[in-house]
């Protein structure tokens, strides 16, 4: 089993940045990639950011230039670093982990964008 918390959500001004936090705990020698999910009202969730365990990348359309994961092995942490945030990314955020067997969420952390 693999634990995820999240951090760092809240209440931002356009133009302005967050940082996400995604501490796992428990089977996390399993996890091989971790990412970010993000779902507004009405939308299905979508894709913001992946980080494989060799520390590869990928990123949705939306996010591209603006986002940046990272990962801290050694803490089992990933981190989701946003700027030049817009009210389209008002979202609550998932954090996800992928082990060979299932894929894990966190609990969600609201980002809102707002003037």
């Known amino acids: 089993q693999v634990q995820l918390v999240e951090s760092g959500g809240g209440l931002v001004q356009p133009g302005g940045s967050l940082r996400l936090s995604c501490a796992a705990s428990g089977s996390t020698i399993r996890i091989y990639a971790m990412g970010w999910y993000r779902q507004a009202p009405g939308k299905q969730r979508e894709l913001v950011a992946r980080i494989s365990d060799g520390g590869g990348t990928n990123y949705g359309d939306a996010v591209k230039g603006r986002f940046t994961i990272s990962r801290d092995s050694a803490k089992n942490t990933v981190y989701l670093q946003m700027n030049s945030l817009k009210p389209e990314d008002m979202a609550v955020y998932y954090c996800?982990?992928?082990?060979?067997?299932?894929?894990?969420w966190g609990q969600g952390t609201q980002v809102t964008v707002s003037s």
């Open positions: 996800n982990a992928n082990t060979a067997i299932r894929s894990y």
